[in-house]
């Protein structure tokens, strides 16, 4: 593009109209993320009839604001209540709540704003410079890659296992199971629904159990005594990281940032497959990996810039090539061809000034929710000092409601407390649940792309091999559990 293009979409954006919707999309967005339940899926799929009525650049400034800021808002209620209000926030949990445990409320959310600004400017960057050649690398994956990408975003069980591996492995096969409930991805049919036909869109992730288990466990005393210590530390006012730790994370977050756009431009893949597997080998590959899950700030960033990176790749597979990268991008796909836009490379040489607005609107977008995420961190952090019952009871009710709008179906709340049930007995008897929700993440990926590839191979698993991108990862899906081994083994030797 050139720098007349340039000029000419910079100075559509910076329309006083065009900010206020964009302004509008991130605080929406921020809202919707923020909720468990909800998404940001479904939030552009709300808007898009609305925009309809406004010329595109406003229209597009809505969209854009409540993508990104759907995305970076999801991590919020994984600190300070370990639910993740979108999926992609799963690995957020693990560090951020157990540094709201430890009283850094306000650092957790703030490490969260600035990295999920530093993953989605990253992954914006890949987007303006390298959106072809990414495409077609992209394009070149198959049901094979898509399967193996999958193996690997499940080899992670280990690293979210809390170290008991038996039991992660356990679960993460009930977590597979439990995803194969509903339509069969192949040909169409109902399978382990007992007969419901509510049930034949699976079974969908909302996390329940951390209420009862908290209730369960609580100790007016010692709720007490953290309540005064998270106050005292809210009081120190740290929300925004020290500058050197920042400089000290900004080359592994720069290096998570650039995979997650990789990740992000595959099609169908998502912010989830992004976080686990960027948190699950930084935790394998860090000098701090122990600390992983732990409150580890480190292990935070990762997960920030992770699920943030995704966005630029999953606009470079639409833009450049008409596939969706994800849920949100499918949504878009529909909203350019409304606006009487066909993607593909049309949109980099007769559209070239609206996509240059695009990827404008997505970095003012990412700047917007940076300003107002670390100006209201510390209002958001008040939220550390509530009674935990208000915090139980507002939880329980988010986690009602969003459960019967994914469907809405009643049938989905009655799952949600099932679950509920299920998962507080699990992490009574101390049985890590991060791998039963990443097999109800992952599995049906897994699952439909094997059996594609084993129906163009006619039952050859040899398919698998003779791919080369897919030999690859199953070669890194290998080093992931190999090279730790050898890392351990060499520790102590020298020990």
Not at 75 to 87: H, K
Not at 250 to 256: E, N, Q, W, Y
Not at 305 to 327: C, E, F, R, W, Y
Request: with cysteine.
């Amino acid at each position: 593009m050139t720098a007349q293009v340039w000029a000419s979409a910079l100075s559509t954006v910076c329309q006083p109209l065009v900010i206020l919707y964009l302004i509008v999309g991130v605080l929406l967005g921020i809202c919707i993320g923020a909720l468990p339940g909800l998404s940001a899926t479904m939030g552009i799929a709300l808007l898009t009839p609305i925009t309809f009525w406004l010329p595109k650049a406003q229209g597009f400034a809505m969209m854009m604001g409540l993508w990104n800021a759907a995305i970076f808002a999801g991590g919020i209620t994984a600190i300070l209540i370990n639910t993740p209000g979108t999926p992609a926030s799963l690995t957020q949990s693990f560090d951020g709540y157990a540094m709201y445990k430890q009283g850094k409320g306000g650092l957790a959310l703030g490490i969260n704003t600035v990295y999920s600004f530093i993953g989605g400017i990253i992954s914006i960057i890949m987007l303006m410079l390298f959106a072809q050649p990414i495409a077609e690398f992209t394009i070149k994956f198959g049901s094979a890659e898509y399967f193996m990408i999958a193996l690997f975003g499940l080899s992670m069980m280990v690293a979210v296992s809390g170290g008991d591996v038996l039991k992660g492995l356990l679960l993460g096969v009930v977590g597979i199971f439990l995803s194969t409930i509903g339509i069969d991805p192949i040909n169409g049919t109902m399978r382990f629904t007992f007969g419901s036909v509510d049930l034949g869109a699976g079974i969908n992730f909302i996390r329940t159990a951390e209420v009862l288990h908290q209730i369960y466990t609580r100790n007016k005393e010692q709720e007490a005594a953290e309540h005064e210590q998270r106050k005292h530390n809210l009081a120190l006012g740290r929300v925004l990281p020290p500058a050197k730790q920042t400089l000290r994370l900004l080359p592994r977050t720069g290096i998570v940032s650039l995979i997650a756009t990789v990740i992000g431009a595959i099609p169908a893949a998502g912010g989830d497959i992004s976080a686990v597997i960027c948190w699950g080998n930084s935790k394998k590959f860090s000098k701090e990996g122990d600390k992983y899950g732990h409150g580890s700030e480190e292990g935070l960033a990762v997960s920030s810039a992770a699920n943030n990176g995704v966005i630029g790749g999953a606009m470079i597979t639409m833009l450049t090539l008409g596939l969706p990268g994800d849920s949100v991008t499918a949504i878009l796909l529909g909203s350019l061809t409304m606006y009487g836009l066909q993607p593909g490379s049309k949109m980099f040489t007769e559209n070239a000034d609206f996509t240059a607005q695009v990827m404008l609107l997505m970095i003012l977008a990412n700047i917007a929710f940076l300003i107002i995420g670390l100006l209201t961190a510390k209002v958001t952090a008040k939220v550390l000092n509530i009674a935990q019952p208000t915090v139980w009871a507002a939880v329980s009710i988010l986690c009602i409601v969003g459960s019967y709008c994914i469907g809405n179906s009643f049938t989905d709340v009655i799952i949600m407390l099932i679950m509920g049930v299920v998962g507080f007995f699990l992490k009574v008897y101390n049985f890590p649940t991060g791998p039963l929700v990443l097999g109800l993440l992952l599995g049906p990926t897994m699952e439909s792309n094997m059996r594609r590839a084993l129906t163009l191979s006619r039952g050859s698993w040899s398919y698998f091999l003779t791919q080369p991108i897919s030999c690859v990862i199953l070669v890194l899906v290998v080093l992931t559990f190999c090279i730790p081994l050898i890392m351990d083994a060499r520790k102590k030797r020298k020990s």
